[in-house]
C-alpha cells in the first residue's frame, strides 16, 4: 500500500477539527460511549487523536486510513470510549468506498456485511439472548451502513461523470460536423464563383489582350463587344451568386441553377468569344428528365472545359458530346493539344478540381489529360455521371 504524501484538502482538515473537539468537549463533560473497562481516564483521547489523524488521509489515502481506523476502533473498545471517535469511523469507511480504488468500492460493502453478520451471530451464541441481535444492528450502523451508502453515491458520481463525458463527445461530434459542412459549403461556393465567372473573365482578358495588341480598328470594336457582352452575363452571374449567399432556405441548389436545357446558348456563347466548338447531343428527347444534381454538374463541367479551351487550346476544332445510357450520362469534351497560337488567359487548375469534384459527389469517375487522336493530340475531359447513385453500373 502506497501513502499519499499530498496535502489534507481542506474539508478534511475541517472534518478532523471539529471531531477532535468534539470528541474532547464530550470526554470532559464526562459523556462516554461505555463503562467498565479496563482503560478508563485518559486513555479514550489516545483513539480520538488516532481517529482524527487518520481523518486527515480520507481523500488522499483510503485505504490506509480505514485499515488504521478499524485498529484504532478496535483500541477504543478497551476504554471508556467516545461517540466521536465512533462517528469518524464511520466517516473513514464511507470514504474509503468513495474515494478509494474500483476493487476497494467492490470489496468494502462485502467484508463489513460479512462482519456484521459474524458480529451478530456469535454474541448471539455467546449471549444466548435476542438481544445480542442489537450489538449485531451497531455493528453493522457504523460499518455496513457508511459501505453502502458510499457505494451510491460513487454510483451516482460515476453516472453523473459518465454523462458529462458523452454530452462532451457529442458537443464535440457536432463541432466536427459543423466544420465539414462549413467545409463543403465553402467547397460548393468556390466552385459556383469559378464555374460561373472564370469563363467570362478569359474571354474578357483574351479579346482585351487582343484589341491591345492589334492596331486594327475593327478587330478591337469586335473585341469590345465581346468584352461588353461577357461583362454583362458575368455580372448577372454575381448577381445570381450574391443571391445564394443571401438565401438562408437551406437549398442546396438554387432554384435559378442552370440546367442541360440551356447547353447550346452555351455553346453558342463558346463560339462568340472565339471558339469553333460543336455539339453532339445523343440524349432521347424523349426519355426521363435527368435529376437536377446530374443537369447542374454536366451544365458546369462542359462550361468549365470549355473555359480551358478557351484560355489553353490551339486553334481547331472543340467537340462537346453527351451520352446517355440507361443509368448514366456521359460528358465528353475534345479539344487541340498544343501551344496556342494567340493571347491566352491564366490558369490555377482549379477548373479541373471542381470538375473532378462535382464528378465525385455524384459518385461518377472523372479523366482529363491528353491523348492521340486522327486529328492531332487532343485534350480530352471525360465526365461519367451516374442519373442513379444505387447504381454500380453507371461507375463502369
Known amino acids: ?10 474539508v478534511d482538515v475541517g472534518i ?7 470528541g474532547v468537549a464530550l470526554w470532559a463533560l464526562g459523556l462516554h460511549a461505555q463503562t467498565d473497562r479496563p482503560l478508563g481516564g485518559t486513555w479514550a483521547l489516545i483513539p480520538l487523536c488516532v481517529l482524527a489523524c487518520l481523518s486527515l488521509l480520507r481523500r488522499s489515502a483510503p485505504q490506509f486510513a480505514l485499515c488504521g481506523a478499524t485498529l484504532a476502533l478496535v483500541a477504543d473498545q478497551f476504554t471508556d470510549g467516545n461517540l466521536a471517535s465512533i462517528m469518524m469511523f464511520t466517516d473513514i469507511v464511507y470514504a474509503a468506498v468513495v474515494y478509494g480504488t474500483p476493487a476497494a468500492a467492490r470489496r468494502i460493502p462485502v467484508t463489513t456485511g460479512l462482519i456484521t453478520v459474524a458480529i451478530t451471530v456469535g454474541f448471539l451464541a455467546w449471549f444466548q439472548k435476542p438481544q445480542a441481535i442489537l450489538i449485531g444492528v451497531l455493528a453493522g450502523v457504523i460499518s455496513f451502513g457508511p459501505a453502502t451508502t458510499g457505494v451510491l453515491v460513487r454510483n451516482h458520481r460515476e453516472a453523473a461523470e459518465a454523462a458529462k463525458l458523452r454530452a462532451e463527445q457529442t458537443a464535440l461530434l457536432a463541432e466536427m460536423d459543423r466544420v465539414q459542412a462549413v467545409g463543403a459549403e465553402r467547397a460548393r461556393m468556390a466552385r459556383e464563383l469559378h464555374d460561373m465567372v472564370a469563363n467570362h473573365l478569359s474571354a474578357i482578358a483574351i479579346h482585351s489582350t487582343a484589341a491591345l495588341s492589334l492596331d486594327d480598328p475593327k478587330t478591337s470594336k469586335d473585341a469590345l463587344a465581346v468584352i461588353r ?16 449567399l443571401r438565401d438562408h432556405t437551406g437549398d442546396l441548389e438554387p432554384t435559378a441553377a442552370p440546367t442541360l436545357d440551356g447547353l447550346a446558348a452555351l455553346v453558342e456563347g463558346a463560339r462568340t468569344n472565339g471558339l469553333d466548338v460543336t455539339l453532339d447531343d445523343t440524349r432521347p428527347t424523349d426519355g426521363p428528365k435527368l435529376p437536377a444534381p446530374v443537369g447542374l454538374a454536366a451544365y458546369r463541367i462542359v462550361q468549365e472545359s ?7 487550346a490551339s486553334p481547331g476544332r472543340v467537340t462537346v458530346a453527351l451520352t446517355q445510357r440507361p443509368r448514366a450520362l456521359t460528358v465528353r469534351v475534345t479539344s ?9 488567359a491564366p490558369g490555377s487548375g482549379a477548373g479541373l478540381v471542381g470538375m473532378r469534384e462535382r464528378t465525385e459527389l455524384l459518385g461518377g469517375t472523372f479523366e482529363s489529360g491528353p491523348e492521340s487522336s486522327p486529328d492531332g493530340k487532343v485534350w480530352t475531359v471525360v465526365s461519367t455521371l451516374p442519373v442513379d447513385p444505387a447504381d454500380e453500373g453507371a461507375k463502369e
Open 229 to 244: 457582352e461577357n461583362s454583362v452575363e458575368g455580372l448577372a452571374e454575381m448577381r445570381r451568386l450574391i443571391g445564394i
Open 306 to 312: 470549355l473555359t480551358n479551351a478557351l484560355k489553353h
Open 16 to 22: 478532523a477539527s471539529v471531531s477532535l473537539l468534539s
Open 1 to 10: 500500500m502506497v501513502l499519499s504524501l499530498a496535502r489534507p484538502h481542506r
Open 336 to 344: 487541340p493539344y498544343g501551344d496556342p497560337s494567340g493571347p491566352r
